[in-house]
Every structure is written in C-alpha cells, then in structure tokens.
C-alpha cells in the first residue's frame, strides 16, 4: 500500500468514527430532551384515537425506534436504519420522509451558497495581492478598510440592506422566493431565469459576507510571502512583475486552499438568516423551521448532513493540500 492509500484509509477510518460519535451524541440528546420526544409522539397518537401498537409502529416510522424498548436496542435501531440511508419521518410534513426533505432543500443551498462562495474567493484573492503589493498606496488602504468593513457586518444586517438597496428603494430584484409562481417549474428558459433573478441578493449577500474574509487572509498571506529570499531574487534577476506576481499569489495562496474546502463543507449548513431574510428554502431555512416545530427528525438529519459533509471537507483538504504543496509530502 502507498503513502498516499495509508493516508487515505486512515483519514477515512477517523471520518467514520467522528461520524459515529456525532451519530450517537444526537441519538441520546434527544432522549435527553425534556418530555423525551419519541414518548411525547406516541401520548399524542394515542389521544388521536390510535391503537398502542399503531401508535408504536409510527413512533418508529417517524424516530427509526420504539419508545417502550430498552434504551440500548432503540440504539442498535437506530444505527440499523442510518446504516441503510432512512433517517426517519419528519413530524411536521406528516408521512413525509427525512431524505425527500433535506435532498429538496439542498439545491437552494448548495448552488447560491458555492456561487457566492467562489465569486468571494476570486475577488477576495486578487484583491487581497493588491492591497499586499500596494499596501502603502491609497488604493491598498481602501482596500483594506473595504474588506474590513464587510468583515464586521452580520449576516443578517448585510442581507437586509441589500433588500433594502435594490428591493424597496431601487425595484430592481426580486425580495423572496426562488422564482415567480407564473412560470412552471422545469429546464425552461423562462422559469430558468427567474430562479436566476431570484438568486442574485442571495449569492451577493454570501459572497460580501466572505469577501472580507479572504481580502485579509490573502493579504496577510502575502506580506509573508514577500518576505522569502525567492521574491528578493527575481527582483535581482529582473523578472517582470506580472510574473513576479505569479510567483508571490502562487505561493501565498495554498494556506487558503484548505479554509476554501472546508467552506465547501461548512456550505451545507446555509445561513440560517440571509435563507430566512430572502425567504430562500435551503437547508438552514428547514433546519429553522424544524427547530420551531420541534421536528427532532429533520433536525437530527440536517446536523448529521453537516457533520458530514464538514468531515468530508477535512479529509479532501487534508489530501488535496499534499497533492498542490509538495513540501507537505516530505
């Protein structure tokens, strides 16, 4: 077995172990939850007229457990139904299950989140080797206030103005929703560009909130950078600065390769408030409302979605980080 094949079955052995440990830290939180849900579920279908075995069978169509089992063979249940991909039913979409919801909602995170994520990178980075080279300029100067400024801003204050800016005041786009409800859904170029048009505050509102972010790790990335003996002598050798330029951005820029995957990880989560302030149906927005109808399914789901794909995350930083520095392999 290589290197490389160790590192990766170690990485994916470790992954798998986090993911068991989140599995059963959410498990046994919602036992310890008050009124223990899966027994508050079963009191509910009862008074609702059902039998004590209907009432046991939906508790365990909705939990992936019975309440009146030993704790440890809900457990062994529990794990059982995960293993083959059922994450239960939700509460509050009667019948409705787990999976249908979250694979419904992950698009409306996924794709203005990971747009908004990669249009801050490219901007966040050139600008960061700007206000680095230039950093004693005025334009180095805005710069930096500029991305320090959105740096500061919360989530929510920058999505609502925004809403404010090109909504109410300038009625250029639209405030809510993912498309006007006169065009049918489907690959059609009507109905594909209202989604569009809907789309642009959100991946605005998640691109400034990185913007700032990366501006300041670029930049603080390559001040260090310019400090290498290597810079010095392509200045000696006359290198012309674009290639100069290359040269520092290639270098200063893989410390942010492994925050950019891990953003991809942490993508999957949302924004819990530019989702709710655009009235956006991602991932966040159902975590929200799952979180106010007590839906401990759809929750339980959604944090499991997010361990994973942050894990996931991990191990492709881990591995793509020794693959573009061959320092790293040594």
């Known amino acids: ?31 310890a939850l008050p009124g223990k849900p899966g027994d508050v579920q079963y009191e509910q279908y009862i008074m609702s007229g059902m039998s004590s075995e209907q009432a046991s069978a939906r508790v365990q169509q909705v939990y992936g457990f019975t309440s009146h089992a030993s704790l440890l063979s809900q457990y062994g249940g529990y794990l059982g139904r995960l293993a083959h991909g059922d994450l239960g039913q939700s509460i509050s979409y009667t019948g409705v299950p787990v999976t249908h919801l979250i694979w419904s909602a992950l698009p409306w995170t996924v794709i203005p989140v990971l747009s908004g994520l990669l249009v801050s990178f490219l901007f966040g980075v050139v600008a960061g080797i700007i206000a680095a080279v230039r950093r004693s300029s005025r334009w180095g100067g805005l710069l930096t206030v500029s991305g320090s400024l959105v740096a500061g801003v919360p989530a929510f204050v920058l999505a609502l103005l925004l809403l404010v800016v090109f909504h109410t005041e ?127 399914p759809v929750m339980a789901g959604a944090f499991l979605l997010i361990t994973v794909s942050i894990i996931v995350a991990n191990i492709l930083a881990d591995l793509c980080y020794t693959l573009i520095d061959p320092r790293v392999r040594r």
């Open 1 to 31: 077995m290589t290197g490389f094949a160790r590192r990766l079955a170690g990485k994916l052995l470790t992954g798998l172990v986090m993911v068991w440990v989140v599995v059963t830290f959410t498990f046994f939180l919602v036992h």
């Open 170 to 296: 300038w009625n250029l786009l639209p405030d809510a929703g993912t498309s006007d409800i006169q065009y049918n859904p489907g690959w059609n170029l009507p109905y594909i560009g209202s989604v569009v048009q809907h789309a642009v505050l959100p991946v605005c509102a998640y691109a400034l909130l990185s913007y700032g972010g990366w501006l300041l790790a670029m930049k603080s990335s390559v001040v260090s950078v310019l400090g290498d003996d290597f810079i010095l002598a392509s200045e000696l050798r006359g290198i012309a600065p674009v290639t100069r330029a290359r040269y520092i951005g290639r270098n200063a820029i893989l410390p942010l390769f492994t925050v950019l995957a891990l953003s991809f990880g942490v993508m999957f989560a949302g924004s819990f408030f530019i989702e709710d302030t655009f009235d956006y149906p991602g991932l966040g927005d159902l975590l929200l409302k799952s979180i106010g109808t007590r839906d401990y």
